[in-house]
DNA sequence: GCCGTCCGCGAGAGCGCTCTCACCGAGTGT
DNA sequence: ACACTCGGTGAGAGCGCTCTCGCGGACGGC
């Protein structure tokens, strides 16, 4: 890591410009209160010698950073077979550059990381944290909110007690869930079970609820437990023919779990969306199209969350009235393909 | 953005320690040369304190940041739908937490982009970045060069004028699409077709190259160009199939094309691998496992790419010696599974 | 027992920036 | 003509840290 050429500093720019280090800063930062023959001036000798200001420098008076951490707690690999976390996090950079400020990517796995990251936090290294909390027992959430930074959650954040005033961004679970379930019904299915994600996720458990809202008792035995895998989606899937034979559509909690269901299936003889009819979650594009059939599925705009987390806590300050509700749950949509 | 309260500093810490600034500075940074007792009456501050270090002040005089940029430029979502970024950045985290960098991660998307992560690598807020560069025409890495940063490519970088010494890590793409090619050979066949990937990046030129190394001039006419996507491979198998009924066997350039190309050759009726052998490359295991039947591919151990890109930036000035040469390609492994 | 050595520690400068404050000159009101 | 304001500029302090340097005390050699 070889040290890299000497870089001007503000008094060389000013040297140049033949003004003091106090105003080279003012149009650096702005350019507000400087008269513009000397704005253009200086801009000249930022332009001649390649400045570029020394974060560092700027940081240590300021106390900002411009930098916002992006927190992933990825226990399993999961979080990476899966481009739901890409697309936020594209999201999130594209917000988080057009307002310059970095983006610090924490990724954690097992209990140490979580003492690393409470300490970066609570280091004052970034000026917030976007915390992507997967499980209902993590204690990411907590270390954070003690950590004192500013925060915005990915996701509702699955503890009831102890945290109050969690910003945080989701997608509408249960009410995707029941679009999806009355689309069945809808289709004249009476048969409509749900094959749940791994329920000690929130969204698993709010689509699970937006189902039961739509079926009511009529679906208390088509419930089976999957774990948002292909996987999980065919054990399901399997055990629900075994038990319901009779089963005419199939609700599964994310596109991964439908493409275990449709293999499953295939592979018993159903036809689809004829004998059985299925609908998706998430929309993940290369998977959703790519079924056979090709998934109906509730979309959700991932990207967009991403965004909306990262403006949220760079504006959050400003625009909330406070006391306001802190959650923002974006609309889902159903996406009509051939499986239902 | 609410302030966080007020973080005790060095000063503090030796006032309570009863010792000098410089002592506690010592003692932070691991305690040579200062005696046992003080040592302990520091350690003992710094934990009722809670003191943390400012980085800010820190680097302002070391000129070190412990950090390192990571420069993935994306053009397409293809990147996304694609775990395999998403687990070379998983090996990156795991070597850069381990020596106590953070990860600055910088998303680039079209020119106005590029000019940007020059002048942040320019910036000198980094130590140094790992740069997956994805096209052969792509100006980054010039870019990245000029700005003097220590640097370190995921992949062979494309060109071959102008920039030198350019330290590189990359998968044993060559050899891997030649072991894939001869297994095909050894299986007795001998119409084997080659379905390429983008071959605006290297990856896909060097399986190329492999395929041909094998196949000669046998193989001239069953290259057929795809794009390293699912409709690409379908795209390209429509094509292989018109062109050369006969073809026996297909190397498919990764696995998502190898995807593509097994439903094309299911709709036509064709059976793997008794009338036409697939072999794909990556073995991204969502994908290589759930086709039908199982994908026979190429491993490359992702993470380890990853793992490997950090640790050469971190040590690569100590461990080298001058005039190595700069690129270190990592072995690759048949995995064999139903499609050949 | 004296001088030279060496180790442990503290004093102080300074990294590059922002920001407050004081200053200065040009305009305004009387 | 005078004081008075006010916007534009410069001087200087100081953010929290590291690092060099110099001082003092313990120790070994003669």
Redesign the pocket.
């Known amino acids: 890591m070889t040290d890299t050429a000497?870089r001007p500093?503000?008094?060389a720019v000013a040297a140049r410009a033949?003004?003091?280090?106090?105003?080279v800063?003012?149009v650096?930062?702005g350019g507000d209160?400087?008269?513009e023959p000397?704005v253009e001036r200086v801009r000249r000798a930022v332009e001649e010698l390649g400045?570029v200001?020394?974060q560092a420098?700027?940081s240590?008076?300021?106390r900002r950073h411009d930098a916002v951490a992006v927190v992933v707690a990825e226990p399993e690999t999961r979080v990476f077979a899966d481009p739901f976390f890409a697309l936020q996090l594209r999201g999130i950079s594209k917000e988080l550059t057009a307002h310059d400020n970095q983006l610090v990517l924490l990724l954690t796995e097992g209990r140490d990381d979580h003492a690393r990251v409470g300490r970066y936090l609570a280091g004052g290294h970034v000026d917030g944290a976007l915390v992507f909390s997967l499980h209902l027992d993590d204690p990411l959430p907590g270390l954070i909110q003690r950590a004192g930074v500013p925060t915005v959650f990915g996701g509702r954040p699955g503890w009831s007690d102890g945290l109050r005033d969690v910003v945080y961004v989701d997608s509408d679970n249960r009410g995707g869930a029941r679009d999806a379930v009355r689309h069945l019904v809808g289709l004249g299915r009476t048969r409509v079970a749900h094959i749940t994600g791994a329920l000690d996720q929130t969204s698993a458990v709010d689509r699970l609820e937006g189902f039961k809202d739509v079926m009511g008792d009529a679906g208390r035995e088509l419930v089976v437990r999957g774990d948002f895998t292909p996987a999980g989606g065919e054990r399901a899937m399997r055990e629900l023919l075994d038990r319901c034979p009779d089963v005419d559509a199939v609700f599964a909690a994310n596109d991964l779990t439908a493409a275990g269901a449709l293999r499953v299936l295939r592979e018993r003889g159903r036809r689809v969306p004829e004998d059985v009819a299925v609908i998706g979650f998430d929309d993940m594009l290369p998977i959703a199209e790519q079924t056979d059939p090709p998934l109906t599925t509730v979309r959700q705009d991932i990207e967009e969350m991403g965004r909306l987390m990262a403006r949220l806590l760079l504006h959050g300050d400003e625009e909330t009235p406070p006391g306001t509700p802190a959650g923002v749950v974006l609309p889902t949509t159903l996406v009509r393909r051939a499986s239902a």
């Open positions: 000497p500093t503000l008094e033949g003004v003091s280090r106090a105003t800063s003012r650096v930062n209160g400087v008269r000397l400045y200001p020394n420098a700027r240590l008076v300021t």
